[in-house]
């Protein structure tokens, strides 16, 4: 039987979800620079996701990590909104509902933490995770909010938790 399994990140999937992120980047032919694939802390998420009002979610199926997704503050950004941040999965864990699981459990996350708001920035062409976005609540903004470091992602969106 096939399992989805959502848990916190733990150190030991630091590599499995640094090399998934990149190659999801790499997959798309997306910008490197300004995305989360050029973040200095990619290769350290069980440490950066330690800090208050963070966590950061992990997709296990059949045993294998396979996706992620986390929640933050949004730096420099409304006072009550949080960020979703680095979701990303492989290319064959999608369509089994994954997504929706992490998303689930990263706004029950927002809410719990005291965020109004929950904001996310993407890139035009990853026209799967918008659907999934719009499916779960999320708007599009005509404007960027906070400082995500992200410049090369002009899709903005956030929803009232």
């Known amino acids: 039987m096939q399992e989805i399994h959502i848990r916190k990140i733990k150190p030991e999937d630091n590599a499995a979800l640094a090399a998934i992120i990149r190659g999801v980047f790499d997959e ?3 910008p490197k620079v300004g995305t989360a694939y050029a973040d200095p802390q990619l290769n350290d998420m069980s440490t950066v996701y330690q800090a208050d009002n963070t966590v950061y979610f992990v997709a296990e199926f059949n045993g294998t990590v396979v996706a992620g997704a986390g929640v933050a ?4 950004g409304p006072q009550g909104v949080c960020e979703l941040q680095k979701m990303y999965s492989m290319p064959d864990a ?13 706004l029950e996350a927002a809410r719990e933490f005291g965020f ?7 890139l035009p062409f990853m026209e799967d995770a918008q659907a999934l976005y719009t499916k779960s609540g999320f708007e599009y903004l005509d404007a ?7 410049s090369s992602c002009p ?3 956030i929803k009232t938790l």
């Not at 503050?73 to 420099?76: A, G, H, M, Q, R």
């Not at 109004?116 to 993407?122: F, G, S």
């Not at 960027?144 to 992200?150: Q, R, S």
């Open 116 to 122: 109004e708001k929950i904001y996310l920035e993407t």
């Open 155 to 157: 899709v903005w969106m």
């Open 94 to 106: 999608r369509g089994k509902g994954i997504g929706k699981a992490l998303m689930q459990a990263c």
């Open 73 to 76: 503050p949004l730096d420099n």
């Open 28 to 30: 798309l032919n997306a």
């Open 144 to 150: 960027p909010l906070g400082n995500t470091g992200h």
